[in-house]
């Protein structure tokens, strides 16, 4: 049941991450929180398989650091990438 208030609390991150990152234009409205709470289910489904409690406060700081830690790399890493792909569409669609 607690990894629904992790997956929750991470969606929540990526919402903040994505207003606070610039750039967000060049990608969807859903991709920031949906990252951080995908990751965040993974780290805490993989922790609480290994034994970990949910009492436990490290489980807590790991999953959501490690959903943070994506949505801040993707929010960084997207508009670049955006921008190289469309230059690239368009440049090909010229030649078409």
């Keep these: 049941m607690q990894i629904l208030y992790a997956i ?29 709470a995908a990751v965040a289910a993974m780290a805490w489904a993989v922790l609480a398989w290994l034994g970990w409690d949910w009492t436990v406060g490290w489980i807590w700081v790991i999953s959501l650091g490690a959903g943070l830690v994506a949505v801040v790399l993707i929010a960084i890493l997207a508009p670049g990438i955006r921008r190289r792909a469309d230059a690239a569409f368009f440049e090909h669609a010229k030649r078409a």
């Excluded at 991470?10 to 929180?33: D, E, F, K, N």
Aim: glycine share 18%.
């Design 8 to 36: 929750a609390i991470a969606g929540v991150l990526g919402v903040i991450v994505r207003y606070i990152v610039p750039g967000r234009h060049s990608y969807g409205i859903a991709l920031a929180p949906g990252a951080a």
